[in-house]
């Protein structure tokens, strides 16, 4: 399912990236190629069994070639249904099935990108690209074949009739089809230019609205409705009179091309009529008809492809959007390297650097050397911008060390499949992360097989069993999108949870009671005592409070650390930390 990961995109033309992805689906294309040319045979036999049919009657040729005209048609238009379920089944399976191994090719890519990646490209557009330029691919894709193929055949079809039976007519039919198709499309450009103009002005309005009701609670508290309406009714009456314009403009140019198809094919009639008339070429009246139908026929046939070009364009645009997500190269490499099965949970940092590689900027670390052993808690703190947050992700593996190198249980960590230590690994963020899902569910991500036992003892141990017996589902209570139907705290004590049921060894700790009421902190503060018992710990903490047990305490500033000691020993030191811990009492 996943090959798109195996393909190349950069510098390629996206009409070759395409290919590629139906490249599986080669033998079903072009069955659906052949099953369309059976269901939609009408189409250019018809102007042909209709001139048959007009000459029959005419000439009172024998009644039988009209019923053998009439059951051609018949089967025909029967085997229409057959064919177009099995031009179906191939093509747009094909196309549905592309779209999926994207997604899931993108999926997969998302997982294996950086964190440095994540933090440059935001959700959203990696969200629209898995939705929305999937889509627009498949939707070009199903455009592209079925008006694209019905077209062409139609225009191949008709050619090929006309050259066996009126072969003079060719010429003509080639130089007055395009240029009636041409004019065609002149016209529908200036009508897509003003509903392009006119959707600029319903945007305006959309952003108008979006405004007011957001501004609804200071407009109401200030009196300032008639002045909130006064902004709307301004860009809805220029949406009235854009609406208007562009109805008229879409009534007249609508009518103009009307006009000028029906009038070339007037023009084509009366033509094919006298030539039939004076006997200029031997035609008969039935292929006057069948010149008519096929010059209106053919006239929309070319005006579809046409009409394809901006279609196509959009749907390349997103093979290429695609294309710089499939191809990043910032990924985190795991292939190779050594896997492990147990950690202690020593941490040594030697003469660590890390920079973000934007032009101007500081590195985030440098010159980092600490060690942290097995069950020891490291608190980071200092000032925003020291780098502490950069301390925990190189930690966690989610960035890798620019200089120096950061050891684990005395072994390189750049060595180290990150994807076998992270099971050894816990983090409990600032802002919980929880899913739409249950509760037993969001507690045991991940874990298969975990006992109802275990998951109590998880929850009792994070001070969460208390609220979570409250509820009427209990652990079966759907916590909503981001867990919004729970609070800050109950949140936060659900992903500590998450991090005692899986008995980490090493635990990283990212502010995690920074934004909580005093109750919430006096429980989630109770709960991370008995997580952090017996396992490498690093914390972040804005308040220095709740770090004043840590084994240790690294002051940091700049990107170095600056002091290290207990809180007693760094209190007598006098310094930053000092400096810090008067700075948040006062």
Same mark, same amino acid.
């Given at each position: 399912?996943?090959?798109?990961l ?11 990236t ?5 490249? @599986?689906?080669?033998f ?11 269901k939609?045979?009408p ?18 040729? %024998? #009644? ?21 379920l099995?031009?179906v ?16 090719? &993108? ?27 999937? @889509?627009?691919i ?16 139609t ?13 003079a007519?060719? %010429? ?9 198709? /041409? ?7 200036? &009508? ?13 309005l ?25 902004? *709307?009714?301004g ?30 094919? *007037?023009?084509? $009639? ?18 006057v ?18 009409? $394809? ?12 959007? #695609?294309? @710089? ?36 900027? %500081? ?10 052993? +097995?069950?020891?808690? =490291?608190?980071?703190v ?18 890798? +060390? ?7 249980d ?20 600032? @802002?919980? =992360?929880?899913?739409?899902?249950s ?7 991940g874990?298969?097989? *975990? ?15 208390? /609220?979570?017996?409250?509820? +009427? ?31 980490p060894?090493?635990? #990283?700790l ?5 934004? $909580? ?5 006096? &429980?989630?503060?109770?709960a991370?005592a008995?997580?952090?018992a ?26 170095? #650390? ?25």
């Amino acid at each position: 399912m996943n090959t798109a990961l195996d393909h190349s995109y950069r510098g390629e033309h996206p009409v070759r990236t395409l290919a590629y992805l139906f490249k @599986e689906d080669r033998f079903k294309l072009v069955v659906a190629v052949f099953a369309f040319l059976f269901k939609h045979s009408p189409t250019w036999l018809l102007p042909l069994i209709t001139a048959n049919v007009i000459n029959i009657v005419i000439g009172h040729r %024998p #009644i039988v070639e009209l019923w053998g005209n009439t059951a051609v048609l018949l089967a025909l238009l029967l085997l229409n249904h057959p064919f177009h379920l099995l031009y179906v089944r191939c093509m747009h399976g094909a196309i549905r099935r592309v779209g999926v191994n994207l997604r899931s090719a &993108l999926c997969r890519r998302m997982q294996q990108l950086s964190i440095g990646y994540h933090s440059r490209v935001s959700a959203a557009v990696l969200q629209t690209k898995v939705i929305r330029d999937v @889509e627009s691919i498949e939707q070009t894709s199903q455009q592209a074949s079925d008006m694209g193929l019905s077209a062409l055949t139609t225009l191949v079809g008709g050619l090929v009739v006309i050259a066996f039976r009126v072969p003079a007519a060719i %010429p003509v039919l080639l130089v007055v089809v395009p240029t009636a198709a /041409f004019l065609v499309m002149r016209l529908r450009t200036r &009508l897509r230019e003003d509903n392009e103009s006119f959707r600029r002005e319903v945007e305006t309005l959309s952003s108008r609205i979006s405004e007011m009701t957001t501004l609804i609670p200071i407009t109401r508290a200030h009196g300032l409705e008639r002045d909130a309406l006064h902004r *709307v009714d301004g860009t809805l009456t220029k949406v009235l009179r854009k609406g208007l314009k562009l109805d008229l403009l879409n009534g007249s140019f609508g009518a103009l091309a009307w006009i000028l198809l029906n009038a070339l094919g *007037v023009a084509f $009639l009366t033509g094919s009529a006298l030539i039939a008339y004076y006997q200029v070429i031997p035609i008969t009246a039935g292929d006057v008809v069948m010149l008519t139908t096929f010059f209106t026929t053919l006239t929309s046939a070319v005006t579809s492809l046409l009409s $394809l070009t901006p279609v196509i364009s959009k749907g390349l645009a997103s093979v290429r959007s #695609i294309g @710089e997500v499939l191809q990043a190269p910032d990924l985190e490499h795991n292939e190779g390297k050594v896997k492990i099965d147990s950690v202690r949970g020593e941490v040594e940092f030697r003469d660590v650097g890390f920079s973000y590689g934007e032009p101007g900027e %500081p590195p985030a670390v440098t010159g980092l050397t600490l060690r942290a052993v +097995p069950g020891e808690t =490291i608190a980071l703190v200092g000032p925003s911008g020291a780098g502490k947050s950069t301390v925990l992700n190189l930690v966690i593996g989610f960035l890798r +060390p620019t200089s120096g190198r950061i050891l684990l249980d005395g072994r390189d960590m750049e060595t180290v499949d990150m994807r076998t230590y992270r099971r050894f690994m816990s983090v409990v963020p600032q @802002e919980s =992360i929880l899913f739409e899902g249950s509760i037993r569910e969001n507690v045991t991500y991940g874990l298969a097989d *975990v006992s109802e036992e275990r998951l109590t003892r998880a929850l009792r141990d994070a001070n969460a069993l208390e /609220f979570v017996e409250r509820l +009427p589902a209990g652990l079966d209570t759907v916590v909503g999108e981001r867990g919004a139907r729970l609070s800050g705290g109950q949140r936060q004590r659900l992903a500590i949870a998450r991090a005692l049921i899986r008995d980490p060894r090493v635990l #990283i700790l990212d502010e995690a009671t920074s934004a $909580l009421d005093s109750r919430s902190e006096a &429980l989630i503060q109770q709960a991370l005592a008995r997580l952090v018992a017996g396992r490498t710990v690093f914390v972040v903490a804005h308040r220095l409070s709740t770090i004043r047990n840590a084994d240790r305490i690294a002051v940091m500033r700049d990107g170095g #650390i600056v002091e290290v000691g207990t809180h007693e020993e760094l209190m007598r030191l006098r310094g930053v930390y000092a400096g810090l811990q008067q700075a948040q009492l006062a």
